[in-house]
Structures are given as C-alpha cells and as structure tokens.
C-alpha cells in the first residue's frame, strides 16, 4: 500500500499490471542486452520517496535501476517526481549464445498517483521482453519501452 503517498483524499490500491505488448530488444553475443524504459506520464505522477525499482530478468542474469528525475516544480506535489529519465537496464550476453530468440521480463513497484483521477496506486510491473540475439555484424535494432499514462492507470 502507499502509506508514503500525500495526495488527499486519494483511495490507494494496489493492482497488477494490464496486459502490454512483448518488448523486443537485440543484442550480439558477447556484449549487453540494453533496455531503455521512458516515462512519458502526463496524468500520472511517479513518487519519489516509494520504493520504486525496476528490474530486467534474462536467462543470463539480471539488471536492477530506479526511476529517477527532478522534483515537481507545484509545491502540491513536491514528492513526485516533475519528469522521469528513461532508465537504461543492461545484462551482459555470454559469447557462446546461439542467435535466436530469448524470453525476459521487466518487474519491479511503481507508486503512481493520477491527479485527475485522484487514485493513487502500487503497480506490480511484470511486462514480457523479448531478446533477440543477432549474429555478428547484424545491426542492432531495439525500441524504448514506454511506460505510459494508459499503461499505469487502473482498470486495464
């Protein structure tokens, strides 16, 4: 729950994810799988002071970051964060991997407040990332996973 949170009065709840297109990377044996992960949040507002950490598991290990930004500049809501910096997440690939494809997965909190809605909520991020390891010399084609207001609101 958000015992942190300081939006009254906000009803807090915590809920799961909705369902979010797989993400796919791609990365070369040998060097790291990297996933960015950006904040594109008008409605929502990300709280500074809650456990936030986002985690990228993959068969080869794992890499944890927390969301990180500037203070909101309305003295209102000076716990949140103003704006979010995309957060790179990076695991190694060991040199004899097989090109193919690989399953992973990005988990971690997110204590959100929408200030429309006037809800604030723990997400339990769980969203399906797929590494596509390239053979050498194939160039590397990745996309930023957007974390989006549609994704954190509720009811999805």
């Not at 809650?50 to 290990?61: D, K, M, S, V």
């Not at 003295?75 to 695991?91: A, D």
Request: glycine share 6%; proline share 13%; aromatic share 6%.
């Amino acid at each position: 729950m958000l015992s942190a949170v300081s939006l009254s009065p906000l009803l807090a709840v915590s809920l799961r994810f909705p369902s979010v297109p797989t993400a796919q990377i791609t990365a070369h044996a040998g060097a790291p799988a990297a996933l960015t992960v950006t904040f594109p949040l008008t409605a929502a507002l990300l709280n500074r002071a809650a456990p936030n950490h986002l985690t990228l598991h993959t068969p080869w290990g794992g890499s944890a970051g927390v969301p990180t930004g500037p203070v909101h500049a309305q003295p209102e809501f000076k716990s949140y964060f103003g704006s979010v910096r995309p957060l790179s997440l990076r695991v190694p690939v060991p040199p004899n991997v097989r090109p193919g494809l690989y399953a992973a997965r990005l988990s971690g909190p997110l204590f959100v407040c929408n200030t429309k809605a006037k809800v604030c909520l723990r997400r339990d991020l769980n969203l399906a990332v797929a590494v596509r390891v390239l053979p050498a010399g194939h160039p590397l084609l990745s996309s930023p996973l957007a974390l989006t207001d549609a994704v954190l609101q509720p009811g999805r």
